[in-house]
């Protein structure tokens, strides 16, 4: 298991030191001057001040010799400066990623254990009522927006009712300590971790539904009702834990969508975590910062599909058993 | 008293299958220690009658109408509740395919102590204990490691013996075991049904036996029941029905089985070799997974050299696992060998690539075990046989014409040209099969389990229809195939494979009635209805 583990993160560091060069060729060849963004913002745009701007920051220097710099730091966590926020750019991710963590966290906790427990339902009564409106509703939520989803859930439970806070991730100038600020991040998380959730419980929920009827025609769940199992047993020990192992498989791979999902969602909840941050980035040409954030999200992605892989491994005897 | 009595049971299919009834009016009846054998082809309605019984219908199909009586009590329509507390205690089952029928993801031992769970019987200590004493029972070398196991860590005789622990942990009343050695080999077949005829006696417990094997009927029934179409044709002893058959369908079944006995005679001298096979060898090593762990080798062919001469049929047998197929599958480059040289004509083709391998292939064609996911589902049969013969550059109408004429050498309509392979039955759907092998006009036919997935008369049609076009199209063939009967029947010569190797080789009659090697008798041995076989000879 050890040595299974260690394997990956090997196989991890690769894809991750191709993620880096990629990225970084990938944004040189889009367009934009940030020397000129940064020229326009001071005020003064001769050629000279430009010059210097691109010395200063190393952006006159070929390509390669770029990219050799950025990767030595890269491996040694500096990330760059940031010249738009003033902050080292590993600095400025370590202040945000907490709140991205909770966010997609709490969301992906949250539609997972959703979703199966839906698509449960709906496959314990398949064709019934139950099964028609559970099912509708994943369609719909799977065929919604999540730009669209987040505005409308701001304004119905925030600006409409009242219930919610619609923005932020906690009271301005509360100065909540304790249990209270626990409290009041919790009531700013729910709004974007239900909406950023919304999509993913659709898909676990689909996945659950299919999976489980489809196990459910296999033979051995006939052999556990020849022996006489309620049937509450057969669909909790038989079907379910062999449903789950898509499910699982589909999980890992969504892991990357939620962080490309929890841009938006941060971006209509003015969140402050690395989503807002990319988001800001990209209009700033904020090079630096672009490629850290792909940097830190890249090794979460592989961070996720490698704990998915060892749960994998750990729920069927047929992969651990074979090595 | 008999123990289970069924009286005009009707099952229904459920509307848009091809028969209004799964079953109807079947009646018979169960004594305890008594092990009725219920035979018939696919289709007959032997498992739906025999899943009634559990109350296991699949969904859609419901009984209609009659009575099943269990121990005076009647259980057809017996609240489910009711139901589970009879299944695996009164009576139990065992399934054909012992790997699917068992959960993979659960230990053997969770899943024998699952049946005292359901049925509220001894404590969770003395569970574990009962099962360990369950595997012993059944014969499993080294319970205390097989309770640990999961079932694919065990070999497919193992895994039929945990279900049948698992169906005896309660001694039911009544076995239902349905096609349960028809997925095992001869040897493993012959133990399970040895196995199963002890427990028969030391518990006295009744058995319904399905199978469509004669063979394992001779060997096991006290009484027989002959279905065909749903409907129950013929009912009486073992030997009445077997030697002394009265329904017409009964006797075209027996007829149907190939036997040991009728071997194909071929005098003709040898020819000249058209295929020369020499230290064929192909190892896999699949992947662990993990990137340092270790492979696993598997020596699927070590060193398998033989000649095929021209219009010579020579059959490769072994046991599951025996490098069989994977020598056929090396022959036409499906998989690359490791080592050795095949000469086509004198050309070796291991080394050919391209242009010149395409050239060599069509000289050789396969036909495959299973006639339907070999054939594709969304082509028509149009297609299918034209396809190879476009690829080889021939004009499209001309290929029409051919795929025309092979039709009627396998003796389909023309107009099943238009249709697709779900639209034709097993034994159609082989001819098909055929029928495409043909249309390159190959000198060599390589066919791999090609009856295995066959209903015994079809299989004898089959059979009849390969020999006839190996004569009229001067075919040689090499036929891999479990059965040492289907061997017999179609075989001038027989290799023999164990673990990769050929440890015996020889023409038909040497080796089925008087082999040089222990592993070739034990195989032999292990083949049933053998007594029947002789018997039925002195009747004829």
Redesign the interface.
């Known amino acids: 298991m050890l040595?299974?583990i260690?394997?990956?993160l090997?196989?991890s560091v690769f894809i991750l030191l191709a993620i880096l060069i990629f990225n970084f060729l990938l944004i040189h060849a889009a367009p934009g001057d940030p020397a000129a963004v940064m020229a326009g913002e001071a005020g003064a745009a001769d050629e000279k001040f430009l010059a210097d701007l691109r010395t200063r920051f190393g952006l006159d220097q070929p390509l390669y010799i770029q990219l050799w710099t950025y990767l030595k730091g890269a491996v040694q966590l500096d990330l760059g400066f940031s010249y738009r926020q003033q902050m080292p750019v590993a600095e400025l991710i370590a202040t945000r990623l907490p709140a991205t963590l909770l966010l997609t966290g709490v969301a992906f906790l949250l539609s997972l254990v959703l979703g199966v427990i839906a698509g449960v339902a709906a496959s314990a009564r398949q064709g019934s009522w139950g099964d028609t409106i559970i099912s509708t509703l994943a369609l719909l939520f799977y065929a919604t927006p999540l730009f669209w989803v987040a505005l409308m859930a701001s304004l119905v439970f925030s600006v409409w009712l009242g219930w919610l806070p619609g923005f932020g991730y906690s009271t301005i100038g509360a100065g909540y300590t304790g249990f209270a600020h626990v409290l009041d991040v919790a009531k700013h998380l729910v709004l974007p971790a239900t909406t950023l959730g919304l999509f993913f419980t659709a898909i676990y929920m689909r996945m659950t539904r299919s999976s489980m009827l489809e196990v459910s025609r296999?033979?051995?769940v006939?052999?556990?009702?020849?022996?006489?199992?309620?049937r509450s047993?057969i669909q909790r020990?038989?079907i379910l834990?062999?449903a789950l192992l898509p499910v699982i498989t589909l999980a890992g791979l969504q892991a990357g969508q939620i962080f490309g999902g929890a841009i938006l969602t941060e971006t209509v909840f003015a969140w402050p975590g690395i989503g807002r941050l990319m988001f800001e980035a990209i209009n700033q040409r904020d090079y630096a910062v672009i490629l850290g954030v792909f940097y830190i999200s890249g090794a979460m992605v592989l961070l996720f599909n490698l704990i998915t892989d060892v749960v994998y491994v750990i729920?069927?005897?047929?992969?651990r058993?074979?090595? | 008293m008999s123990l289970l009595s069924i009286r005009n049971l009707d099952i229904a299919l459920p509307e848009g299958a091809d028969r209004p009834f799964a079953a109807k009016d079947i009646n018979f009846d169960l004594a305890p220690g008594e092990i009725l054998c219920i035979v018939g082809e696919s289709g007959s309605g032997k498992s739906m009658s025999a899943n009634a019984v559990m109350g296991l219908l699949p969904q859609g199909v419901k009984a209609t109408g009659g009575t099943i009586t269990f121990d005076g009590q009647e259980i057809l329509n017996l609240p489910e509740r009711q139901m589970m507390t009879l299944r695996g205690k009164r009576f139990s089952m065992i399934f054909q395919e012992p790997l699917s029928a068992l959960n993979p993801l659960m230990r053997v031992g969770a899943q024998i102590a699952e049946v005292f769970e359901a049925h509220g019987a001894l404590g969770p200590s003395q569970r574990h204990a009962r099962a360990l004493e369950l595997l012993d029972e059944v014969g499993i070398p080294d319970p205390e490691a097989a309770i640990r196991a999961y079932p694919f860590q065990l070999s497919g005789g193992q895994r039929q013996r945990v279900m049948i622990a698992m169906a005896l942990a309660l001694e039911p009343d009544i076995l239902i075991a349905d096609e349960p050695t028809t997925a095992l080999d001869v040897t493993t077949q012959a133990q399970i049904l040895k196995l199963i005829e002890n427990l028969r006696g030391s518990r006295g417990m009744g058995v319904i036996f399905i199978t469509h094997d004669f063979g394992v009927v001779a060997d096991i029934a006290d009484r027989v029941i002959v279905m065909q179409k749903g409907e129950i044709v013929e009912t009486g002893t073992a030997d009445a029905v077997l030697l002394h058959p009265e329904h017409p369908y009964t006797r075209a079944l027996i007829d149907a089985i190939p036997r040991l006995t009728r071997y194909a005679h071929s005098d003709d001298p040898l020819g000249t070799p058209i295929m020369r096979v020499e230290g064929l060898s192909k190892t896999f090593t699949t992947g662990s997974g993990s990137f340092f762990g270790k492979q696993r080798v598997v020596k699927a062919v070590q060193g398998v050299s033989f000649d095929l001469f021209s219009g010579e049929t020579i059959g490769i047998v072994g046991e599951s696992g025996s490098g069989k197929s994977t020598v056929g599958r090396c022959l036409v480059r499906l998989v690359e060998p490791d080592k050795g040289r095949v000469l086509i004509d004198g050309a070796d083709i291991a080394p050919m690539s391209g242009t010149e391998l395409r050239e060599t292939r069509r000289k050789m064609q396969m036909i495959f075990q299973d006639p339907f996911s070999s054939l594709n589902p969304r082509a028509r049969v149009s297609r299918i046989l034209t396809e190879g013969l476009i690829a080889y550059d021939t004009p499209r109408t001309q290929a029409m014409d051919k795929a025309r004429k092979l039709l009627d050498l396998v003796g389909l309509d023309a107009s099943a040209m238009e249709r697709f392979p779900h639209e034709f039955s097993g034994g159609q759907r082989q001819r098909i099969g055929i029928a495409r092998a043909l249309a390159l006009d190959p000198s060599i036919i390589i066919a791999d389990e090609a009856v295995s997935a066959l209903d015994v008369s079809i299989q004898a049609q089959v059979l009849d229809l390969l020999a006839d076009l190996k004569t009229r199209l001067n075919l040689s063939m090499l036929f891999i195939t479990h059965d040492l009967r289907v061997a017999a029947r179609i075989c001038d010569r027989i290799i023999v494979m164990q673990k990769g190797r050929i440890v015996e080789v020889g023409p038909t009659a040497k080796v089925l009635h008087d082999p040089d090697t222990a592993y070739t008798q034990s195989l032999l041995d292990a083949i049933p209805g053998q007594d029947y076989e002789r018997a039925l000879m002195q009747v004829e």
Not at chain 1, 222 to 230: F, H, M, S, V, Y
Not at chain 1, 315 to 319: A, S
């Open positions: 040595r299974f260690l394997g990956r090997v196989k296999l033979d051995f006939k052999t556990a009702r020849a022996k006489g199992l309620r047993v020990r038989h834990r062999n729920v069927d005897p047929r992969i058993l074979t090595k």
